[in-house]
């Protein structure tokens, strides 16, 4: 089953809420699940979306000021439901805003909203 996670965060002030809810769409059976990361940038900075597990920060790609962009998680991090961590980081300054540590199964989306 896929499952959605929201985590809003405030650049700045690091995270401000996490929640969990259900989804809708299963897995095509014999496919691997692919775990995604929405990010809806509402700053005017572009921002490098980073995860973090286990100590390794990993570079995600970039979400362009005031626009949704769809990253995906390389597979070889998440072959079983772990806590993991997202940063962000405004292009061209070293502002790095982080998430607390959430709970993600492969085959979630996690929604990741950056405010101004």
Not at 41 to 62: A, C, E, H, K, P
Not at 81 to 107: C, K, N
């Amino acid at each position: 089953m896929r499952r959605i996670l929201a985590v809003l965060l405030i650049l700045g002030t690091g995270v401000v809420a996490t929640a969990c809810t259900g989804g809708g769409r299963g897995v095509r059976p014999g496919s691997e699940p692919v775990t995604t990361v929405e990010v809806e940038n509402q700053n005017f900075s572009d921002m490098t979306v980073y995860l973090v597990n286990g100590g390794q920060r990993i570079r995600l790609g970039r979400a362009t000021g005031k626009s949704k962009t769809a990253l995906r998680l390389p597979r070889s991090v998440l072959t079983f439901p772990r806590e993991l961590q997202f940063q962000t980081e405004p292009m061209g300054r070293r502002d790095i805003a982080s998430t607390s540590r959430i709970w993600v199964s492969p085959g979630d989306t996690v929604l990741l909203v950056i405010t101004p």
